[in-house]
Protein backbone atom coordinates (compact mmCIF):
# COMPACT_ATOMS: atom_id res chain seq x y z
CA UNK A 1 0.00 0.00 0.00
CA UNK A 2 1.18 3.31 -0.71
CA UNK A 3 2.62 5.10 2.85
CA UNK A 4 0.02 8.16 1.72
CA UNK A 5 -2.72 5.88 2.19
CA UNK A 6 -2.18 3.97 4.70
CA UNK A 7 -3.31 6.28 7.67
CA UNK A 8 -6.61 6.48 5.66
CA UNK A 9 -6.81 2.38 6.43
CA UNK A 10 -6.02 2.78 9.93
CA UNK A 11 -2.90 1.99 9.77
CA UNK A 12 0.01 3.97 12.37
CA UNK A 13 3.54 3.57 10.71
CA UNK A 14 6.84 4.62 12.41
CA UNK A 15 6.46 7.99 11.09
CA UNK A 16 3.65 9.41 9.37
CA UNK A 17 3.50 10.00 5.61
CA UNK A 18 4.30 13.62 4.18
CA UNK A 19 3.64 15.88 1.57
CA UNK A 20 2.91 20.08 1.25
CA UNK A 21 0.49 22.20 0.47
CA UNK A 22 1.95 24.33 -2.40
CA UNK A 23 4.76 22.46 -2.76
CA UNK A 24 5.22 22.80 -6.36
CA UNK A 25 5.81 26.62 -7.19
CA UNK A 26 8.09 29.93 -6.69
CA UNK A 27 10.46 28.66 -3.74
CA UNK A 28 11.88 26.56 -6.18
CA UNK A 29 13.98 27.17 -8.95
CA UNK A 30 13.24 24.84 -11.17
CA UNK A 31 9.49 26.16 -11.19
CA UNK A 32 10.61 29.40 -11.57
CA UNK A 33 11.87 28.68 -14.60
CA UNK A 34 9.31 26.92 -16.29
CA UNK A 35 6.85 29.87 -15.26
CA UNK A 36 9.79 32.60 -17.07
CA UNK A 37 9.08 30.27 -20.46
CA UNK A 38 5.90 29.74 -20.22
CA UNK A 39 4.74 33.62 -19.26
CA UNK A 40 1.42 33.10 -18.38
CA UNK A 41 0.03 30.95 -15.13
CA UNK A 42 -2.77 29.44 -17.03
CA UNK A 43 -0.67 28.25 -19.58
CA UNK A 44 1.25 26.42 -17.43
CA UNK A 45 -2.35 24.89 -15.83
CA UNK A 46 -3.76 23.58 -19.40
CA UNK A 47 -0.90 22.64 -20.74
CA UNK A 48 -0.22 19.05 -19.55
CA UNK A 49 3.08 18.50 -20.54
CA UNK A 50 3.86 21.14 -18.42
CA UNK A 51 1.59 20.75 -15.32
CA UNK A 52 2.97 17.42 -15.40
CA UNK A 53 6.52 18.55 -15.15
CA UNK A 54 5.60 21.17 -12.44
CA UNK A 55 3.88 18.16 -10.03
CA UNK A 56 6.64 16.11 -10.33
CA UNK A 57 9.64 19.00 -9.71
CA UNK A 58 9.22 18.63 -5.51
CA UNK A 59 8.85 14.71 -5.67
CA UNK A 60 12.11 14.59 -7.76
CA UNK A 61 13.87 16.53 -5.20
CA UNK A 62 12.49 15.95 -2.26
CA UNK A 63 10.57 12.52 -2.30
CA UNK A 64 7.18 13.13 -0.73
CA UNK A 65 4.64 10.64 0.04
CA UNK A 66 2.31 12.36 -2.03
CA UNK A 67 2.18 14.77 -5.12
CA UNK A 68 -0.50 16.95 -5.78
CA UNK A 69 -1.59 17.90 -9.46
CA UNK A 70 -0.19 20.98 -10.22
CA UNK A 71 -3.68 23.19 -11.34
CA UNK A 72 -5.67 25.86 -9.19
CA UNK A 73 -8.97 26.30 -7.36
CA UNK A 74 -9.96 28.98 -10.45
CA UNK A 75 -10.19 26.71 -13.41
CA UNK A 76 -13.40 25.55 -12.21
CA UNK A 77 -14.99 29.15 -12.73
CA UNK A 78 -12.81 29.03 -15.47
CA UNK A 79 -14.03 26.20 -16.79
CA UNK A 80 -18.00 26.93 -16.15
CA UNK A 81 -17.55 30.33 -18.55
CA UNK A 82 -16.26 32.89 -16.19
CA UNK A 83 -12.99 35.29 -17.76
CA UNK A 84 -10.32 34.88 -15.79
CA UNK A 85 -6.83 36.08 -15.79
CA UNK A 86 -3.83 36.10 -13.51
CA UNK A 87 -1.71 38.96 -13.43
CA UNK A 88 2.02 39.31 -12.52
CA UNK A 89 2.90 40.67 -9.31
CA UNK A 90 -1.23 41.20 -8.54
CA UNK A 91 -2.64 37.42 -8.61
CA UNK A 92 -5.71 36.36 -9.92
CA UNK A 93 -8.18 38.40 -11.83
CA UNK A 94 -12.13 37.07 -12.23
CA UNK A 95 -14.85 38.82 -14.28
CA UNK A 96 -17.08 39.49 -11.10
CA UNK A 97 -20.50 37.66 -11.65
CA UNK A 98 -23.31 40.82 -10.66
CA UNK A 99 -26.54 38.94 -11.38
CA UNK A 100 -28.30 35.58 -11.89
CA UNK A 101 -28.56 36.10 -15.74
CA UNK A 102 -24.83 35.99 -15.70
CA UNK A 103 -25.29 32.68 -13.39
CA UNK A 104 -27.11 31.26 -16.02
CA UNK A 105 -24.77 31.14 -18.84
CA UNK A 106 -22.46 29.05 -16.78
CA UNK A 107 -22.41 25.60 -17.88
CA UNK A 108 -20.61 22.37 -16.58
CA UNK A 109 -20.20 20.11 -19.48
CA UNK A 110 -18.85 23.38 -20.79
CA UNK A 111 -16.45 23.01 -17.80
CA UNK A 112 -15.66 19.16 -17.72
CA UNK A 113 -15.11 19.72 -21.49
CA UNK A 114 -12.57 22.37 -21.48
CA UNK A 115 -10.77 21.15 -18.48
CA UNK A 116 -10.13 18.30 -20.45
CA UNK A 117 -6.09 19.32 -20.39
CA UNK A 118 -6.35 18.76 -16.38
CA UNK A 119 -7.61 15.32 -16.41
CA UNK A 120 -4.83 14.51 -18.80
CA UNK A 121 -2.18 16.02 -16.81
CA UNK A 122 -3.31 13.84 -14.20
CA UNK A 123 -3.01 10.60 -16.25
CA UNK A 124 0.12 11.39 -17.59
CA UNK A 125 1.60 12.66 -13.58
CA UNK A 126 0.28 9.04 -12.26
CA UNK A 127 1.77 7.04 -15.63
CA UNK A 128 5.59 8.73 -14.61
CA UNK A 129 4.86 8.75 -10.80
CA UNK A 130 6.80 5.65 -8.47
CA UNK A 131 3.95 3.29 -7.79
CA UNK A 132 4.25 3.94 -4.15
CA UNK A 133 3.51 7.94 -4.76
CA UNK A 134 0.13 8.84 -4.41
CA UNK A 135 -1.12 11.86 -6.37
CA UNK A 136 -3.71 13.78 -5.04
CA UNK A 137 -6.39 15.93 -7.39
CA UNK A 138 -8.27 18.79 -5.62
CA UNK A 139 -11.02 21.76 -6.17
CA UNK A 140 -11.52 24.30 -4.29
CA UNK A 141 -15.06 24.27 -1.79
CA UNK A 142 -17.98 25.94 -3.29
CA UNK A 143 -18.42 29.18 -0.51
CA UNK A 144 -14.36 29.63 -1.50
CA UNK A 145 -15.23 29.85 -5.25
CA UNK A 146 -18.30 31.87 -4.91
CA UNK A 147 -15.45 34.66 -3.00
CA UNK A 148 -13.80 34.90 -5.90
CA UNK A 149 -16.78 34.73 -8.30
CA UNK A 150 -18.35 37.44 -7.16
CA UNK A 151 -15.59 39.75 -5.81
CA UNK A 152 -13.57 39.04 -8.95
CA UNK A 153 -10.09 38.76 -6.35
CA UNK A 154 -9.11 38.47 -3.46
CA UNK A 155 -7.68 41.78 -2.51
CA UNK A 156 -10.97 43.01 -0.28
CA UNK A 157 -11.71 41.20 2.11
CA UNK A 158 -14.26 39.41 0.22
CA UNK A 159 -16.63 42.16 0.91
CA UNK A 160 -19.24 41.86 -1.77
CA UNK A 161 -19.22 38.17 -1.98
CA UNK A 162 -20.01 38.35 2.81
CA UNK A 163 -22.66 41.26 1.68
CA UNK A 164 -24.16 39.14 -1.04
CA UNK A 165 -25.40 36.75 2.00
CA UNK A 166 -27.96 39.43 2.90
CA UNK A 167 -28.31 41.42 0.02
CA UNK A 168 -28.72 38.55 -2.64
CA UNK A 169 -29.36 35.70 -1.01
CA UNK A 170 -30.90 34.19 -3.79
CA UNK A 171 -28.20 34.80 -6.28
CA UNK A 172 -25.77 33.33 -3.43
CA UNK A 173 -27.81 30.33 -2.94
CA UNK A 174 -28.09 29.65 -7.03
CA UNK A 175 -24.19 30.35 -7.13
CA UNK A 176 -23.37 27.97 -4.59
CA UNK A 177 -25.58 25.03 -5.56
CA UNK A 178 -24.24 25.05 -9.32
CA UNK A 179 -20.75 24.84 -7.61
CA UNK A 180 -21.27 22.16 -5.82
CA UNK A 181 -22.57 20.38 -8.63
CA UNK A 182 -19.69 21.59 -10.84
CA UNK A 183 -17.08 20.54 -8.49
CA UNK A 184 -18.77 17.18 -7.23
CA UNK A 185 -17.92 16.54 -11.59
CA UNK A 186 -14.59 18.31 -11.64
CA UNK A 187 -13.61 15.49 -9.02
CA UNK A 188 -14.58 12.82 -10.20
CA UNK A 189 -13.07 13.34 -13.68
CA UNK A 190 -9.82 13.53 -11.69
CA UNK A 191 -10.44 10.48 -9.75
CA UNK A 192 -11.30 8.79 -13.15
CA UNK A 193 -8.27 10.23 -14.64
CA UNK A 194 -5.87 9.08 -11.80
CA UNK A 195 -6.19 10.91 -8.36
CA UNK A 196 -5.83 8.14 -5.57
CA UNK A 197 -6.95 10.91 -3.02
CA UNK A 198 -8.73 14.62 -3.15
CA UNK A 199 -8.79 17.57 -1.02
CA UNK A 200 -11.13 20.33 -1.25
CA UNK A 201 -10.15 23.56 -0.02
CA UNK A 202 -12.39 26.03 1.61
CA UNK A 203 -9.66 28.45 2.00
CA UNK A 204 -12.30 31.60 3.25
CA UNK A 205 -14.75 29.30 5.35
CA UNK A 206 -13.82 31.53 8.63
CA UNK A 207 -15.53 34.49 6.58
CA UNK A 208 -19.05 33.17 7.12
CA UNK A 209 -21.07 34.44 9.38
CA UNK A 210 -21.74 31.78 12.16
CA UNK A 211 -25.58 31.81 11.22
CA UNK A 212 -24.66 30.80 7.30
CA UNK A 213 -22.26 28.01 7.99
CA UNK A 214 -24.40 25.32 7.77
CA UNK A 215 -25.82 26.82 4.71
CA UNK A 216 -22.32 27.87 2.85
CA UNK A 217 -19.92 25.85 4.30
CA UNK A 218 -20.96 22.61 5.73
CA UNK A 219 -24.29 21.31 3.92
CA UNK A 220 -22.66 21.88 0.61
CA UNK A 221 -19.55 20.09 1.36
CA UNK A 222 -21.35 17.45 2.86
CA UNK A 223 -22.91 17.22 -0.41
CA UNK A 224 -19.63 16.39 -2.07
CA UNK A 225 -18.31 14.38 0.09
CA UNK A 226 -21.39 12.21 0.18
CA UNK A 227 -21.07 11.96 -3.53
CA UNK A 228 -17.75 11.00 -4.02
CA UNK A 229 -17.86 8.35 -0.90
CA UNK A 230 -20.96 6.73 -3.25
CA UNK A 231 -19.19 6.54 -6.43
CA UNK A 232 -15.54 5.95 -4.92
CA UNK A 233 -15.64 4.33 -1.26
CA UNK A 234 -12.10 3.60 -1.12
CA UNK A 235 -11.34 7.33 -2.21
CA UNK A 236 -9.92 9.31 0.59
CA UNK A 237 -11.37 12.85 0.63
CA UNK A 238 -9.62 15.57 3.15
CA UNK A 239 -11.46 18.49 3.72
CA UNK A 240 -9.39 21.58 4.63
CA UNK A 241 -12.14 24.20 6.38
CA UNK A 242 -9.13 27.27 6.83
CA UNK A 243 -9.29 28.79 10.35
CA UNK A 244 -12.69 27.80 11.30
CA UNK A 245 -11.38 26.76 14.90
CA UNK A 246 -11.40 23.32 16.69
CA UNK A 247 -14.72 23.39 17.91
CA UNK A 248 -16.16 23.87 14.48
CA UNK A 249 -13.65 21.65 13.24
CA UNK A 250 -15.09 19.41 15.46
CA UNK A 251 -18.47 20.08 14.24
CA UNK A 252 -17.52 19.52 10.70
CA UNK A 253 -16.13 16.24 11.46
CA UNK A 254 -19.38 14.97 12.78
CA UNK A 255 -21.77 16.52 10.00
CA UNK A 256 -19.83 16.30 6.90
CA UNK A 257 -17.92 13.33 8.08
CA UNK A 258 -14.66 13.31 5.75
CA UNK A 259 -11.84 11.02 5.46
CA UNK A 260 -9.40 13.55 6.25
CA UNK A 261 -9.40 16.97 8.24
CA UNK A 262 -6.40 19.27 6.83
CA UNK A 263 -6.07 21.89 10.15
CA UNK A 264 -4.32 25.03 9.44
CA UNK A 265 -1.94 26.64 11.75
CA UNK A 266 -3.80 28.27 14.13
CA UNK A 267 -5.85 25.56 14.81
CA UNK A 268 -4.18 23.81 18.49
CA UNK A 269 -3.51 20.17 17.24
CA UNK A 270 -3.40 18.26 20.76
CA UNK A 271 -7.25 19.97 21.41
CA UNK A 272 -8.03 17.95 18.29
CA UNK A 273 -6.35 14.89 19.03
CA UNK A 274 -9.40 13.76 21.39
CA UNK A 275 -12.05 15.41 20.21
CA UNK A 276 -11.88 14.27 16.45
CA UNK A 277 -13.02 10.40 15.53
CA UNK A 278 -9.98 8.55 15.75
CA UNK A 279 -11.12 7.26 12.14
CA UNK A 280 -10.51 10.44 10.61
CA UNK A 281 -6.91 11.36 9.71
CA UNK A 282 -5.90 14.75 10.96
CA UNK A 283 -3.40 16.66 8.18
CA UNK A 284 -1.40 19.55 9.14
CA UNK A 285 -0.26 21.87 10.67
CA UNK A 286 3.32 23.49 11.09
CA UNK A 287 3.57 27.06 10.34
CA UNK A 288 4.75 27.82 6.64
CA UNK A 289 6.89 30.67 8.48
CA UNK A 290 8.70 27.76 11.16
CA UNK A 291 9.61 26.87 7.72
CA UNK A 292 11.53 29.73 7.11
CA UNK A 293 13.36 29.84 10.19
CA UNK A 294 16.61 28.00 11.04
CA UNK A 295 16.97 24.21 10.30
CA UNK A 296 17.03 23.70 14.29
CA UNK A 297 13.08 25.38 14.74
CA UNK A 298 12.16 23.01 11.99
CA UNK A 299 13.07 20.01 13.62
CA UNK A 300 12.17 20.99 16.80
CA UNK A 301 8.48 21.98 15.50
CA UNK A 302 8.14 18.93 13.23
CA UNK A 303 9.10 16.57 15.99
CA UNK A 304 6.90 17.86 18.44
CA UNK A 305 4.30 17.41 15.94
CA UNK A 306 4.63 14.01 15.39
CA UNK A 307 5.20 13.11 18.81
CA UNK A 308 2.00 14.78 19.66
CA UNK A 309 -0.19 12.38 16.63
CA UNK A 310 1.71 9.37 17.59
CA UNK A 311 -0.38 6.55 17.81
CA UNK A 312 -3.05 8.44 15.66
CA UNK A 313 -3.71 7.84 11.86
CA UNK A 314 -1.96 11.34 10.79
CA UNK A 315 -0.54 12.71 7.56
CA UNK A 316 2.23 15.32 7.94
CA UNK A 317 1.95 18.56 6.15
CA UNK A 318 1.81 22.55 6.63
CA UNK A 319 -1.24 24.56 7.68
CA UNK A 320 -1.27 26.71 4.85
CA UNK A 321 1.20 26.79 1.90
CA UNK A 322 4.65 26.84 1.11
CA UNK A 323 5.90 30.42 0.87
CA UNK A 324 7.98 31.58 -2.07
CA UNK A 325 11.03 32.72 0.23
CA UNK A 326 11.51 29.42 1.74
CA UNK A 327 14.81 27.97 1.28
CA UNK A 328 14.72 24.63 -0.54
CA UNK A 329 16.61 23.13 1.70
CA UNK A 330 15.08 23.84 4.67
CA UNK A 331 12.36 21.58 2.74
CA UNK A 332 14.74 18.81 2.73
CA UNK A 333 15.54 19.08 6.44
CA UNK A 334 12.09 19.22 7.56
CA UNK A 335 11.47 15.57 5.11
CA UNK A 336 14.62 14.46 7.04
CA UNK A 337 13.17 15.21 10.62
CA UNK A 338 9.71 13.43 10.32
CA UNK A 339 12.18 10.32 8.85
CA UNK A 340 14.52 10.02 10.96
CA UNK A 341 12.08 8.16 13.70
CA UNK A 342 14.10 9.62 16.21
CA UNK A 343 11.04 11.63 16.93
O1 LIG B 1 3.77 31.47 -9.98
C1 LIG B 1 2.84 32.13 -9.49
O2 LIG B 1 2.88 33.35 -9.36
C2 LIG B 1 1.58 31.42 -9.12
C3 LIG B 1 1.42 31.08 -7.69
C4 LIG B 1 0.35 30.00 -7.64
C5 LIG B 1 0.55 28.61 -7.54
C6 LIG B 1 1.86 27.87 -7.48
C7 LIG B 1 -1.06 30.22 -7.70
C8 LIG B 1 -1.75 31.52 -7.90
N1 LIG B 1 -1.69 28.99 -7.66
C9 LIG B 1 -0.75 27.99 -7.55
C10 LIG B 1 -1.02 26.55 -7.54
C11 LIG B 1 -2.04 26.03 -6.60
N2 LIG B 1 -3.09 26.74 -6.07
C12 LIG B 1 -2.13 24.69 -6.17
C13 LIG B 1 -1.22 23.60 -6.72
C14 LIG B 1 -0.81 22.50 -5.92
C15 LIG B 1 0.19 22.74 -4.79
O3 LIG B 1 1.39 22.66 -5.03
O4 LIG B 1 -0.28 22.92 -3.64
C16 LIG B 1 -3.21 24.64 -5.28
C17 LIG B 1 -3.69 23.44 -4.47
C18 LIG B 1 -3.81 25.92 -5.24
C19 LIG B 1 -5.02 26.25 -4.47
C20 LIG B 1 -5.48 27.65 -4.36
N3 LIG B 1 -5.44 28.64 -5.30
C21 LIG B 1 -6.13 28.16 -3.22
C22 LIG B 1 -6.49 27.33 -2.00
C23 LIG B 1 -5.33 27.16 -1.07
C24 LIG B 1 -4.86 28.41 -0.38
O5 LIG B 1 -3.77 28.87 -0.72
O6 LIG B 1 -5.59 28.92 0.50
C25 LIG B 1 -6.46 29.49 -3.47
C26 LIG B 1 -7.16 30.46 -2.54
C27 LIG B 1 -6.01 29.80 -4.80
C28 LIG B 1 -6.17 31.09 -5.53
C29 LIG B 1 -4.87 31.64 -5.91
N4 LIG B 1 -4.07 31.12 -6.90
C30 LIG B 1 -2.88 31.80 -6.96
C31 LIG B 1 -2.93 32.81 -5.96
C32 LIG B 1 -1.85 33.81 -5.71
C33 LIG B 1 -4.17 32.67 -5.28
C34 LIG B 1 -4.65 33.51 -4.09
C35 LIG B 1 -5.18 34.80 -4.59
C36 LIG B 1 -5.72 35.74 -3.54
O7 LIG B 1 -6.56 35.34 -2.68
O8 LIG B 1 -5.37 36.93 -3.63
Known amino acids: MKPFLAPFSGIVADYPPCWFMRQAG ?15 FLVMCYTPDLATEITLQPIRRFGMDAAIIFSDILVVPHGLGQPLEFIKGYGPKLEPLVDEDELNLLNVERMVAFLHPVYQAIRQTRAALAS ?59 IEAGADAVQIFDSWASHVPATHREMLVYQPTRTIVQALKARYPHVPVICFPRAIGAHDVQHFDNYVQPDGLSVDY ?28 SKEVICAQARALVQLMKGRPFVMNLGHGVLPQTPPEHMQALIETIRSGSA
Not at 29 to 39: D, F, L, N, Q, V
Not at 281 to 288: I, M, R, T, Y
Open 132 to 190: HIALIGFAGAPWTLLCYMLDGNGKQDFVRSRTAIYEHPKLVERTIALLTHAIIEHLCQQ
Open 266 to 293: TTDMAALYSSISPSVVLQGNLDPLALMA
Open 26 to 40: RYLPEYRKIRESAGD
